[in-house]
């Protein structure tokens, strides 16, 4: 059974970095699909960066050359480093694995950045 916790989040003024991490277990492989996603009040859930096999990673053109996603296979770990944060980052953070044929999600965190 695959399952994620996010863990890092946190309040912090603009300017600031903060690093999420995303503790994953389940014997994913490593060539899988793995992301994490943000969500506002009211707002649907998006993208924010992906990386796949080959640590091939995308970043939104929003946080890019801000954030960055990295993954250590050894510590069943991915990571979120956001620096030069935003108020527009305020979000509640998730990270998502795509493997065994679906899509699975962590409980969230939550990130505000004050101005």
């Known amino acids: 059974q695959v399952q994620l916790v996010e863990s890092g989040g946190g309040l912090v003024q603009a300017g600031g970095f903060l690093r999420l991490s995303c503790a994953f277990s389940?014997?994913?492989?490593?060539?899988?699909?793995m992301a994490w996603y943000r969500q506002t009040p009211g707002k649907q859930r998006d993208v924010v960066a992906s990386i796949t096999s080959g640590d091939r990673t995308m970043h939104v053109d929003s946080v890019k050359g801000r954030f960055t996603i990295s993954r250590d296979n050894a510590k069943n770990t991915m990571y979120l480093q956001m620096d030069s944060l935003k108020p527009e980052d305020t979000a509640v953070y998730y990270c998502?694995?795509?493997?065994?044929?679906?899509?699975?999600w962590g409980q969230g965190t939550q990130v505000t950045v004050s101005s």
């Open positions: 389940g014997s994913i492989p490593s060539s899988a699909y």
């Open positions: 998502s694995v795509e493997a065994f044929g679906r899509y699975y």
